[in-house]
């Protein structure tokens, strides 16, 4: 009998329950990965989100601020570009869709009312890191990484995004 380390365990348990975060909606028809995905969103993506998924943040914010695209249709790209690159190079910790979404419709009604809310209006954010309340790969969260004053900003920078403070 194999006895499966408990470390290899929980890791095994994360990875489940990210992938699990993914919705099917998201999930590209790939047969084949290539050796080298890094340009592999461009077989997935249409012509208009790969245009969005290659601009800069800068020119991106640019093109939502003209109304050239929606934050809804620049986080619709950015997500099916996200799972792309996992597929190819398994780069996720967590997945939140669901509140990129909601955020991204959000800003597309304050867009409608007002005007942008701020100078990164609609620019999706990613986030490499710990913070304190998503995992990191092998399960743990920062109250046990080496590293967690940069959680801690890492979480702030969340928490900032979530109350609508940091745009």
């Known amino acids: 009998m194999t006895v499966i380390p408990a470390h290899e365990l929980a890791a095994a348990k994360h990875v489940a329950a990210r992938d699990a975060q993914i919705p099917d909606d998201l999930f590209p028809k790939i047969d084949v990965v290539p050796s080298n995905p ?3 969103y461009r077989s997935v993506l249409s012509a208009r989100e790969v245009q969005i998924v290659e601009l800069d943040a800068t020119g991106l914010a640019a093109a939502i601020a003209k109304r050239t695209y929606t934050a809804v249709e620049v986080t619709e ?34 867009m409608e009312r007002s005007g942008p809310v701020g100078p990164m209006h609609g620019v999706p954010m990613s986030v490499k890191g710990k913070s304190k309340d ?9 109250s046990r990484s080496r590293g967690s004053h940069r959680a801690r ?5 969340l928490d900032m995004s979530r109350r609508r403070t940091l745009i």
């Open 134 to 142: 998503r995992p990191s790969a092998d399960g743990q969260t920062f």
């Open 77 to 110: 790209a950015y997500l099916k570009s996200a799972v792309v690159a996992h597929i190819g190079t398994n780069c996720l910790a967590w997945f939140d869709a669901e509140s990129a979404r909601e955020r991204a419709q959000w800003l597309d009604e304050q």
């Open 38 to 40: 890094s340009k592999l």
């Open 153 to 157: 900003g890492i979480s702030r920078l």
